[in-house]
């Protein structure tokens, strides 16, 4: 089984970072940092980020 590329990250202010656990670099979400956003966003983009790679 191969090891899920992008995990989530709680920043300070209760936000969420979606990160590239293999680089530990914030997710390119088309065009657009995946940072500062609310955990229902921030878990629905890791699953697509995942299903796309």
Known sequence: MAQQRYDLRQEPGRSWTVFDVFTGLTADAWGAPAEGLDMGHADDLVGL?????
């Open 49 to 53: 980020r995942t299903a796309l790679t």
